[in-house]
C-alpha cells in the first residue's frame, strides 16, 4: 500500500496542475470569444468604410462647386470630427477597449451620418 502511495500522489498531483479552476466565474467557450473579435473587426471595417465614402463623395462634391460659403465650413467641421471619430474606433478596437470601442463606433457613425446630411442638402 506504500509504494502504491508513492506512485499515487504524484500522479494526483500532475493531474490537479492539469485542470483550471475558474472559481465560479463562467468563462465563455474560445468561439464565442474569435465570434466577438470578428464582430469587432468588421465594426471598425465598416466604421472606416463608410467614412471614407462620405470624405470621398464631401470631395467630388466640393470640386464640382456644389458645395460653397457656410455649408463646406460646416461638412470641413463635421467631416474632422467623423475622422476622428473613425481613429478613435480604430484606436479603441486596437487597444481592446470594449468600452471605448462601442462610445467611439456610436460617435462615428452618428458624425458620419451628420456629414452625409450636409451632403444630401447641398446637392
Known sequence: MRRLSLFLIPA?????ACSVPTGGINV???SSIADATVLDEKLALGAEATYAAARTAM???VDRG???GAAATRASALNRKAYAATLAVRSAYDA???DGYVEAAATA???TSQLLAVLRKEK
Open 12 to 16: 494526483l498531483a500532475a493531474m490537479a
Open 66 to 68: 456644389q458645395i460653397t
Open 109 to 111: 457613425t452618428l458624425a
Open 96 to 98: 481592446g477597449n470594449a
Open 59 to 61: 470631395e467630388f462634391q
Open 28 to 30: 465563455p467557450p474560445p
